[in-house]
């Protein structure tokens, strides 16, 4: 059984920075291509970054390009988010996604279809 847990959510003034945390159990993330998304409210999910299963590749919407890093540890089975410079419409609930078979998979990395596991979510909310 796979579980992805988010945290390090919170309220921040815009300008500020955050850093979510995506705790993975049931599988070891370093095997796994793994993303983030977020969903505000109305709105649908969209992608934000991803990291390929090697760890080699990282992809960003444009909208967070220079702004956020995706990054993980091994060591800690850990997911990281480093969102910096945030702006009002980063607002919205982050979830991190794992890709269960990242070997064979030819989705595109920022395709919500490519992942198979998903966390509860953990709110972001930027204040002008």
């Known amino acids: 059984q796979v579980q992805l847990v988010e945290s390090g959510g919170g309220l921040v003034q815009a300008g500020g920075s955050l850093r979510l945390s995506c705790a993975a159990s049931?599988?070891?993330?370093?095997?796994?291509?793994m993303g983030w998304f977020r969903q505000a409210p109305g709105k649908e999910r969209e992608f934000v970054a991803a990291?390929?299963?090697?760890?080699?590749?990282?992809y960003y919407a444009d909208s967070v390009k220079g702004r956020f890093t995706i990054s993980r540890d091994n060591a800690k089975n850990t997911l990281y988010l480093q969102m910096n410079s945030l702006k009002p419409e980063d607002t919205a609930v982050y979830y991190c996604?794992?890709?269960?078979?990242?070997?064979?998979?030819?989705?595109?990395?920022?395709?919500?279809?490519?992942?198979?596991?998903w966390g509860q979510g953990t709110q972001v909310t930027v204040s002008s």
């Open positions: 996604a794992l890709d269960r078979d990242s070997l064979r998979n030819r989705a595109a990395y920022s395709s919500r279809t490519r992942y198979d596991y």
């Open positions: 990291i390929s299963r090697t760890g080699g590749s990282t």
């Open positions: 049931g599988r070891t993330v370093s095997n796994y291509a």
